[in-house]
């Protein structure tokens, strides 16, 4: 069935989750204003139902069409317009630490297109965030549940990569063809109510913002003691992560654990402003900076 679609597709370390809040606690309003919903339960998100399976890099046309079938079998009962939030659409951040940005997001992004084939994709909106603040927050964020190499080996590759934020905006442009694609950057964000709103401006809603995910951040400290838990061989589970972390949270002094020296973290941010230019001067793209 030909249908509407708004697209929040992240980006990753933005907020996502609190979005996705807004989605769950705005869902009565939403609904009776005739939308359909889909976004994840990933961060304890109470209503979040959607699993969304796209090609990663070892995947091939075979499997990307197998993904777009489910994927059209798994949305083939309605036409409401559809508001639909998952940070994973372009990828994982996990291949930051080979140097290559997104490098599924061309395949992930035509197996979403074929999967709502007959679908016309109005807005996109996509939150994007500085590099040298990206990286870094990814790199922590992963070091809380996996044994992660010193960041000083991982730096090099972070500051040689592949590509960037235009070239998944292009993607974005040239594959879902959407009526409309915004680029937000993280800085111009606001709340989540506000993400909402830009996501669906003709709707004069009135959107309730979701209070704050307890999300407790890790201290160095904490990542410190998590490391040294997994270098002495064992598996932890969510739970007792979780409680390093909680056990260490008082201990704030930064430790060094996930930095960039000056020099490299201008460079970064001087490829983010060339970036945030290209953007800006891409066809078919509305950037809010």
Known sequence: MARDIYLHAGAHRTGTSSFQMALHVNRAVLKDAGYALAYPGRDGIPSGRLSLKLPAPRHGPKQAERFANRLAEQFANSDKPLIMSEENIPGRMFHFYAGRFYPAAEARLQTLRAGFANA?????????????ALYVSAFRKRAEDNPV????????????????????????????????LVILSYARRGSSRDLLSRLLPETFLTLDEPEQIKNLSATDRALEAVQARYAAGEALTRAQWKAIIAEYAEETEPRGFATFEP????????????DLTRIGDMPGVTLIS
């Open 120 to 132: 016309t994709f109005k807005r996109v909106v996509y939150v994007i965030r500085p590099y040298d």
């Open 149 to 180: 190499r010193p960041f000083s080996e991982i730096r090099p590759k972070l500051l040689e990569m592949d590509r960037g934020w235009p070239e998944i905006a292009a993607l974005m442009r040239d594959i879902l063809q959407p009526e409309e």
């Open 263 to 274: 020099k490299q973290r201008a460079q970064l941010q001087a490829r983010y402003a060339d």
